[in-house]
C-alpha cells in the first residue's frame, strides 16, 4: 500500500465504545458505515498473523467485538498500551484494511516487534472526512 506511514503509538488511555451486536447493515467494517466512529476487533489467524508474506484471503480470523461511540453502557475497548499505527485518509474496504493491515505486520517483523495476534480497526470523521486506522498490538520490546 503506497504512502503508508507505520508509526509506533502508546496509548495511554483506553478508547471506549458501546458493544454492537450484529454488524451495521451486515457490511465489513468500513463499508458504507454511518457518519459515526467505530471500532472492530478481530483476533488474526495463528498462521498468518506473524508471516512476513501472509495470504491475504486468510489473514483475519473471527470477530471478537465491534462497537461504536455512544452510552458506554456495555462497553468494548482498544485498550491502553504500545501498539504499531497506520491510518488512511478514506474508508476503506476489507481488501484495503487487510492490505494496510499486511503492511504493518511487515514493518513490525522487520523491526523486530513482538507482535500480538489481534487487530483492532476503528473508522472515525475528522473534520468532516472519513479516516481508516488500524492498532496492531506490540509486546514488549523490539527483539535485539
Known amino acids: 500500500m ?3 506511514n507505520t508509526r509506533n503509538l502508546n496509548l495511554l488511555a483506553p478508547l471506549r465504545y458501546t458493544r454492537q451486536d450484529a454488524p451495521p447493515d451486515g457490511l465489513f467494517p468500513g463499508e458504507g458505515l454511518p457518519p459515526e466512529e467505530w471500532v472492530f476487533c478481530f483476533d488474526l489467524d495463528r498462521n498468518q498473523a506473524q508471516a512476513f508474506e501472509p495470504e ?3 489473514y483475519l480470523g473471527n470477530l471478537v467485538f465491534q462497537g461504536k461511540t455512544g452510552n458506554l453502557v456495555q ?4 485498550p491502553a498500551g504500545k501498539y504499531l499505527f497506520a491510518q488512511k485518509r478514506s474508508l476503506l474496504g476489507r481488501q484495503d484494511i487487510i ?3 499486511i503492511e504493518v ?9 513482538t507482535l ?3 487487530l483492532y480497526i476503528r473508522f ?4 468532516e472526512a472519513p479516516v481508516s486506522q488500524i492498532f496492531r498490538p506490540v509486546e514488549g520490546d523490539m527483539i535485539l
Open 56 to 58: 491475504g484471503e486468510n
Open 2 to 4: 503506497e504512502d503508508l
Open 99 to 101: 492490505s494496510m493491515a
Open 75 to 78: 462497553m468494548v475497548e482498544i
Open 105 to 113: 505486520q511487515k514493518d513490525g517483523l522487520w523491526e523486530r516487534w
Open 124 to 127: 472515525l470523521y475528522e473534520d
Open 116 to 118: 500480538n495476534n489481534r
